[in-house]
């Protein structure tokens, strides 16, 4: 997938099939909402995102975490001058998931010319919080 050629109108289908060869995809990430400053997306639970118990990996919520915010990020910018480089991530589990989709909400707090900061809650599919985490993703420009 060519990443330059993202923005906000890119259909979920084309960001979604660019994914699936990744890690992202096989976590079995999918993005279902993207907007200026919001991207929405779930996670199924599965023996690839589990711990050995089978409970969600708490690395897992924070792929998904990055994963969205990464992508707002680079919904906003102009990917062919700019480059997205997640600089930190911070999460607190709140909760488990043992059954079911972790639906996840990523909202940005910061949009700077340098920084972006965003704010994603993950709940399971009752909206119980499962995870709180903060994404700060540094906009670079490009050297190539």
Do not use: C
Request: aromatic share 2%; hydrophobic share 40%.
């Amino acid at each position: 997938m060519d990443l330059s050629l993202l923005n906000l109108n890119t259909p979920l289908q084309i960001i979604n099939q660019g994914m699936k060869e990744s890690l992202i995809g096989n976590l079995g990430i999918e993005v279902t909402l993207t907007g200026d400053g919001l991207v929405e997306g779930f996670l199924l639970l599965s023996k690839k995102n589990s711990r050995p118990d089978g409970i969600l990996h708490g690395g897992a919520n924070l792929a998904l975490a990055e994963t969205l915010a990464g992508l707002g990020s680079m919904l906003m910018v102009n990917l062919k001058e700019y480059d997205v480089l997640g600089t930190q991530v911070s999460g607190n589990h709140t909760g488990v998931l043992i059954i079911g989709k972790a639906l996840a909400e990523a909202k940005i707090i910061h949009r700077g010319n340098k920084t972006h900061i965003w704010n994603v809650d993950v709940k399971n599919e009752e909206g119980r919080l499962i995870s709180t985490v903060r994404v700060t993703n540094m906009i670079v420009k490009r050297n190539d």
